[in-house]
């Protein structure tokens, strides 16, 4: 099967904050999951620009934040948020989940939000992560669940889909490749995390209109690889139809696009 093209990180890393904002609570259940203690070792794999890595160290002080990511671009631009914090119990480093530069047992916490599924070996990767953990220590991940609730992306690809190619497809196969029943647990057992609860969370994104919801996603660059190969003319029709799809979302209060994530936390 062709393989759907996924984004730059690289490239994206300078614009990706501008979905912070909309996935901050998913970092919220995190840091909760994970009752961080004075002193503790943490560790934030597959970073990206900072985040849920700076918010934990702004709140636990006496805690030494560690956060990994794959991609440079990534790591730059977080690197570059410390110039303006006074933070000296984080540090940030470029490094691949599935072969990260730690000796055994080195962390007492362990958190990845929205990377798993995006690894190139997602088993690899939880391995990876439970190898760095100390015996008893806490981890906690998320990923996105079913095709269907990840709405913003699953109108992208009901909107590309009869424009492009499926290799050019936006990557929902990829990015909800962990979110059917049982496929998360398989995989958390396989690497050996034997004790751990796993839960569905409903969450939205919120935007005072579509208007301002489709300039995050044009400022973003997100899906730039399927903008750049659409036909003259084909641009408007995407966004006519994504404008559609959204209709029966919105309130008196905006735009709240529903979708679910995956919270799984234990021990090691």
């Avoid at 599935?98 to 047992?105: P, Y």
Wanted: with cysteine; charged share 25%.
């Amino acid at each position: 099967m062709a393989s759907q093209n996924q984004p730059d990180w690289d490239t994206l890393a300078e614009k990706f904050d501008l979905w912070l904002p909309h996935i901050a609570p998913v970092g919220e259940a995190l840091l909760e999951a994970l009752q961080v203690d004075p002193g503790d070792a943490v560790l934030d794999v597959a970073c990206g620009t900072g985040e849920p890595a700076l918010s934990l160290a702004r709140r636990h002080p006496h805690a030494r934040v560690t956060a990994v990511d794959a991609a440079a671009g990534m790591v730059r631009a977080a690197q570059n948020k410390l110039k303006d914090e006074r933070l000296d119990n984080i540090q940030f480093d470029i490094m691949a989940a599935e072969h990260m530069d730690f000796e055994d047992a080195s962390f007492d916490k362990v958190l990845c939000r929205f990377g798993v599924m995006l690894f190139e070996d997602p088993l690899q990767g939880l391995k990876e992560m439970r190898r760095v953990l100390k015996p008893g220590g806490q981890f906690a991940l998320a990923v996105w669940s079913t095709a269907e609730t990840m709405t913003t992306m699953h109108w992208a690809h009901r909107a590309f889909k009869n424009r492009l190619k499926e290799e050019d497809q936006p990557a929902l196969a990829k990015v909800t490749s962990l979110g059917e029943s049982g496929m998360l647990e398989s995989l958390l057992n396989q690497a050996g995390f034997k004790q751990h609860i796993i839960q569905r969370k409903p969450f939205d994104y919120h935007f005072q209109s579509f208007d301002e919801y489709w300039d995050t996603v044009e400022a973003s660059d997100i899906m730039k690889q399927q903008f750049d190969a659409l036909a003259e003319g084909e641009r408007d029709q995407v966004r006519d139809e994504i404008a559609r799809f959204a209709r029966d979302f919105h309130s008196d209060s905006g735009l709240a696009i529903p979708h679910e994530y995956i919270l799984a936390y234990g021990v090691r």
